[in-house]
């Protein structure tokens, strides 16, 4: 019902950026919000980002905040996360994620791989 494309991942060097985006498509106008989660190996998926539509309310994990920022350009259908002052940590496959609801996602990307050299 929706899919979700990631693309704009890449190695880049310790503070660093680059800009992830999300292409959605099929009935996007359903869904609740979009999401952001990474997982490094080794270690479990976990949230980074969140934009809910209804009020345009973010959330960020604290591990990203300040340096992370979601976006949405709604002509596009596409969501963005923007990724400024990068460190080895942040290196992960990055996933978007859509939601129908606000309990829970249920749409998922492939995911980006996303590298941080120090």
């Known amino acids: 019902q929706v899919q979700l494309v990631e693309s704009g991942g890449g190695l880049v060097q310790a503070g660093g950026s680059l800009r992830l985006s999300c292409a959605a498509s099929?009935?996007?106008?359903?869904?609740?919000?979009m999401g952001w989660f990474r997982q490094a190996p080794g270690k479990e998926r976990e949230f980074v980002a969140a934009?809910?539509?209804?009020?345009?309310?973010?959330a960020y994990a604290d591990s990203v905040k300040g340096r992370f920022t979601i976006s949405r350009d709604n002509a596009k259908n596409t969501v963005y996360l923007q990724m400024n002052s990068l460190k080895p940590e942040d290196t992960a496959v990055y996933y978007c994620?859509?939601?129908?609801?606000?309990?829970?996602?249920?749409?998922w990307g492939q995911g980006t791989q996303v590298t941080v050299s120090s």
């Open positions: 994620a859509a939601r129908s609801n606000p309990r829970g996602y249920n749409y």
């Open positions: 099929g009935r996007t106008f359903s869904t609740y919000g």
């Open positions: 934009m809910t539509w209804s009020d345009g309310s973010t």
